[in-house]
């Protein structure tokens, strides 16, 4: 999500800037191959092989793209979830069920996302996977983001008590850096999935 937060607005904005160009270059070949690699990831995934309910994320400004991976967890049976920006909460997310049929929408950021409708929402506690988009992340598992602060906020219990669904950061391997510039509110990930390799941290 669009940067709504006030961070460090000179070394992060900077790498955002650096990260959201270089993944941006990708040729839409590049992009294709990558997301189909991204589907041989999860088929070897232990965790996203026993998960029923999976939070995804439509691509966006140069994302990975999960969009192969939805239809090969729809061809399992596997309940995929989007993210809608909650009506309510400012800077909060909603998770809806996600569907072939689901009629969808572009929020006020111009992402697309499900037409909200409370009886498919469900309450992100109960899901078993959050797979989240990220800018930049290091070797060590941190995550920087758009600057919104809505992934931090969704994964803050999981950060301070291990409960809840296990997060996965999806990104393309070029969106590597050296180190993240880290804030408090900022919350690692225990794995990052990219179309080389699976980065696990713990």
Known sequence: MPDTQ??????????????RQRRKSLSPAEQQAAAA?????FQ????????SRIALYLANDGELDPLPAIEWLWGRQQEVFLPVLHPDAPGHLLFQRYTPTSPMTR??????EPELDLSQVLPHDALDIICTPLVAFDAAGNRLGMGGGYYDRTLADWHEHKRGPRPLGLAHDCQQVDAVPKEQWDVPLPEIITPARCWRFS
């Open 107 to 112: 929020n006020r950021f111009g992402i697309p």
């Open 6 to 19: 006030t961070d460090r607005p000179d070394e992060r904005q900077s790498l955002r800037q650096l990260i």
């Open 44 to 51: 070897a995934h232990p965790q996203i092989l026993a998960a």
């Open 37 to 41: 690699q991204l589907v041989v990831r």
